[in-house]
């Protein structure tokens, strides 16, 4: 099931009706890719790539320029320490060790159980609160080592699934614009005079 | 590189820019940028990432030079900035050096310098601007990347990633250019490279170019990688007659052995591109498969023998033939693959001795009265307003057109109207793309052409009709009565033909177009032919007919044939003369648009072979005729003093004008037609389409091994509506019967193709679809059963 299945591609048409030009969408349904697969996938790439018109080179060559596109399977969750200034200052090398000691992988590795992948992180925009982690993007502030266990042992028993989806789900709500309450995008080509709201006070 | 010469009435010309670069005063266009204004000048900014026939990106940072702003002088990126009015530009001064030593220093932090070992090294701008701009020393003293290394993007090119400077050339090529947008950055910061999507190679027509234009060694062609250093190469000027598109070229060699050829800029033709076929072929003209010396059929079995005694074999041949039945007795076919001069020295001898018989077309192309209508160029197609095309795929047969009336369409300068029969390469970028089953052309072109939105269209501008034999199984006379159709709703119009093969131009305008091949062959299989010349020409091979061709062969007693390789024609033959090849002869040659263009010699003849127009003049001489012509230059003068087309195309206007020179149009009142009948839908099976691609079993594939595995194979091509209904699965065996005989081939699903037709392409290896092309008839229908 690499390719998007038929009840994504009706969400992914969705998507690429809001755009003026189809291949705005590639980020949207790389996410709805990964959402589907926990990881991109090759297939789904090709797939993205036929509807929104562009080839499978273009739409990899996109994809890889983010980290948080994944192109190999990645754990059921995955945990980011962040190791940047602050992070670091309050211990995070220590966590990392501590991290990779419970849970028996290097930094990048994945347990052979595939529940878990552990990365180092650049900095998460909480340093009042360091150190700081990230499992599938969801905060955790302040961790200590013993926070950490009991983290994956709430993890692995279950005990967050309300809080914290599988790796690939951005948002479990789900925005859903009709496509006639769109605002009816116009390509910037199409655009030749400025718009009403600037009522003649600049030229464009 | 071609920029806009500055004209004398430039000071009135409301595009007129006036620009100071280095103290000097420098006249512009607008909307020029900095780089070219200061090429024009004479001011060399070092670069990597520009390109002139590519949009400008910035990417390299390379071309910066100082531009006086408000606020002081300030430093801007030269290929991205367009000349202003009285624009202070400098290129020299200390903080210019600077960065510009700063930018090299920084592109060789990961560059691994290893130019002795590297292809580019010699030909290389990195190795070159590192010297004439670089800082002459680093301060990196960390470790390299390294990658992999090479890795093959494709079947013909090779990437050496550790080498990439990132400079946007090959992936915007690709994009912008070719439109195969098969390589794309990938990855971000010091792990950005270029990549293929996995497993989905740069599988371009197009990719040789890249090579070309990469400004370091990252990217290496196959055929050339390791087998010369640039400074061992001797290079000459030339155009490729690979097709007839006449793209210029540099032929080089080292050691007199052709290594590489590199495309020219030549603004009228080819841009400075080249296909892969044109450009990868060389390793044809050295095959060894190539006949050396002349062989004389002795027995049963063909034996060498000396160039003077196959000569009197052959004229002797001509001689009795002639003496028993008059001329009539013999043909000539071919001399579309050499030169002009080729082509006029054996014209020369066929109506010296009276020959009516001749045509350089094997019933492959239309009528040569497609020449006499009013005839647009290349690039008067490339701007027309509307592009009528009735054509093959010219993606498949001539890749150099097609690249750019697709940039004609992606720039916005013109609307493509198609007919086709199967969707080609061109469909995406086409305006309307109108569908018919062979034999209703003319009818679907008359009624497109009446409806209100379409001659709204063509009544915007100039309208060129690019016109061409498009199906091989269908009567040409369908598509010249749609192009009569098109000439009569539109009587402006003019005409690109788009024959294909090399000189087939020059051929049929010095005359060797005289009857129909068909008709000849015809002719043959009756009885009425003793001696038949084949001129570079492989009936068997390349009439549609495969039948025809071959019972006519069979039925001529004596068949004197000229060629570089034992073909299937050739090797029947009685005297078999072996002929120099493209870049082991001078001369000239003319391309679809009638544009003349000088050939060059690079390398000496494979063993004893020699040019066409000497074999004429030496069968000339035995036979008894002089035609007063010695060497290449006198058939040259005999062809320009003549021929009242070649008037212009002197010697001295070729030197002149390296671009060519375009023939005189010829007017000649164009004989009534035959009106094809519309043809019905077929009654059982389907209406067979008959077309090419780029890579097939012709010599100069099969015989260059870099692009023989490159053709696609035989098979036949249905809608996936159509097999789903027959029953097969994609892939499977199928019997495609005709009325003749039957054969079986593998079917591929194929959604371009239209339902109720097949589609197959011609000669491929594998099952020969010819023998299922019946040429009397008006179009070809065939049954599909599963086996």
Known sequence: ???????????????????????????????LAQQQDGHVTNEAMAHIGELVGATSAEVYGTASFYEMFKFEPVGKYLINICGTMSCALMGAEDLMHHAEHRLGVKLGGTTDDGMFTLERAECQAACTEAPCLQVNYRYRFRVTDADFDSLVDDLKAGRLNDEIPAHGTVARVRQHIPLDRGVGAVPPEDVTEAPAWMDGKAAL | MTTTEPTPEIAVDPNAVNLTINGRPVAARKGELIIAAADRSGDYIPRFCYHPRMSPVGMCRQCLVEVEGPRGPMMVVSCMTPVAEGQVVRTETEQVKRAQEGIIELLLANHPLDCPVCDKGGECPLQDQAFSHGPGESRFIEEKRHYEKPIAISDLVLLDRERCILCDRCTRFADEVAGDALIHFT???????????????????????????????????????????????????????????????????SRDELLRYQGVDSDPVNHGWLCDKGRFNFESVKSDARLSNPLVRDGGSLVETSWSSALSTAASLIRSAVNAGGASRVAVLGGARGTNEDAHAWARLTSALGIDSVDAQLG??????????????????????????????????????????RDASEKKRSRILEFTAKESGLTRYAWKTVPYLPGTQPAVVASTLADAPISAQMATGSVVVVVGRSNLAESDEYTMAALDAVMTAHPNATVLPVLRRGNVRGALTVGLGRRDA???????????????????????????????????LAAIPNIIAIDTFATASSSKASVLLPAAAFGEKDGTTTNLEGRVTRLARKVTVNGTSRPDWMVALELADVLGHDLAMASVSDVHADLVSSNAAFASATRSALSAHPDGVVLEPVRSS????????????????????????????????????????????????????????????????VKVSGDRTSIVMDVKSDDSVQRGTVWAAWAQPGANIGELIDSTKWVNDVKVETL
């Open chain 2, 364 to 405: 492959d192309g239309l009528p040569a009265d497609v020449l006499s209508y009013p005839q647009a160029t290349i690039d008067e197609a490339a701007r027309a307003s509307t592009i009528i095309l009735l054509a093959p795929d010219l993606k498949e047969e001539l890749p150099i057109l097609y690249l750019r009336l």
């Open chain 2, 518 to 552: 068909v008709d000849i062959l015809a002719d043959a299989v009756n009885g009425e032919i003793d001696c038949l010349v084949l001129v570079g020409a492989d009936p068997i091979g390349d009439c549609p007919d495969t039948e025809l061709a071959r019972r006519a």
């Open chain 1, 1 to 31: 099931m690499a390719r998007l299945s038929e009840e994504n591609v009706r969400l992914a048409k969705e998507i690429v009706g809001r755009y003026p030009r189809a291949r705005s969408a590639t980020i949207p349904l790389l996410h």
């Open chain 2, 187 to 253: 990855s971000r910061g010091n792990n950005t490279q270029v990549q293929t999507f996995p497993d989905e190679p740069f599988s371009s027509y197009f990719s040789g170019n890249t090579v070309q234009i990469c400004p370091v060694g990252a990217l290496t062609a196959q055929p050339y990688r390791f087998k010369a250093r640039p400074w061992d190469l001797e290079k000459t000027e030339s155009t490729c007659t690979t097709c007839s598109v006449g793209c210029r070229i540099t032929l080089e060699s």
């Open chain 2, 670 to 733: 164009s004989p009534s037609r035959v009106v094809p009948p519309a043809a019905e839908r077929p009654g059982f099976g389907y209406r067979l389409v008959v077309g090419r691609k780029l890579y097939d079993n012709g010599r100069n594939v099969a015989e260059s091994p870099s692009l023989a595995p490159l053709a696609p194979g035989s098979a036949l091509h249905m809608h996936p509506l159509d097999l789903e209904r027959l029953g097969a699965a994609d892939g499977a065996s």
